[in-house]
């Protein structure tokens, strides 16, 4: 198997990536700093929400999951700790853990109401745009299944919304992704 993305992300290839990250958070514990029980809880963290940070590059999985973890073991510590020990972006560490607080804060697998629900109240859409975006999911679910659910909710945001530009740097920011990515799974949603 060929490995997707640099780190081991090949189809079904779960333990690769697991194993690449388990090496950044062991790296970035080191250089922080930090108890045992954060690097247990951050390794129970990817362990249980892999699906979540698997399209981000390990060390910003590491720094979001270390820095999420040391909040949850009761030993926070500001966010520029952990970067200097980095080549990760601030922005994205903040995506990522943004991400992995709302899967958590939610109990798991997202429904994709939730998804569309959680990118409407970032941007603040009123209700009737995520009302018509969540049937236009439904409708194409058999489509969009196997496909990023951040995307597929801010495309169906935007078709909802009938295109408007400014809405879609907007979704794109919100959903951690680009306005191309939005606009390939708006293609591919049928209205």
């Known amino acids: 198997m060929r490995a997707i993305g640099g780190w081991g992300r090949a189809q079904g290839d779960r333990n690769g990536g697991l194993s690449v990250v388990g090496?950044?958070?062991r790296c970035m514990r080191e250089c922080v700093g930090l108890p045992q029980s954060v690097m247990e809880e951050a390794e129970a963290l990817v362990k249980k929400y892999f699906d979540t940070v698997a399209g981000?590059?390990?060390?910003?999985v590491a720094v979001a999951v270390l820095?999420?973890?040391?909040?949850?073991?009761g030993a926070p510590r500001p966010l520029e700790d952990f970067l200097k020990c980095s080549k990760a972006s601030e922005r994205r560490v903040r995506r990522v853990a943004w991400r992995l607080k709302e899967v958590m804060r939610l109990g798991g697998k997202l429904s994709i109401e939730d998804y569309a629900g959680a990118l409407a109240a970032r941007v603040?859409?009123?209700?009737?745009?995520?009302?018509?975006?969540?049937?236009?999911?439904?409708r194409n679910r058999r489509v969009l299944f196997g496909k990023n659910p951040w995307v597929s909710a801010a495309a169906a945001l935007w078709l909802a919304s009938l295109k408007k530009l400014g809405l879609l740097k907007a979704l794109a920011e919100a959903a951690g992704t680009t306005t191309v990515s939005i606009r390939k799974?708006?293609?591919r949603i049928r209205v």
Request: avoid cysteine; glycine fraction near 4%; charge should be negative.
């Open 23 to 25: 090496a950044e958070l």
């Open 56 to 60: 981000f590059p390990p060390e910003v």
């Open 67 to 73: 820095w999420t973890a040391a909040k949850a073991a």
């Open 124 to 138: 603040n859409l009123p209700a009737p745009v995520v009302k018509a975006a969540v049937e236009l999911l439904e």
């Open 185 to 187: 799974a708006a293609g």
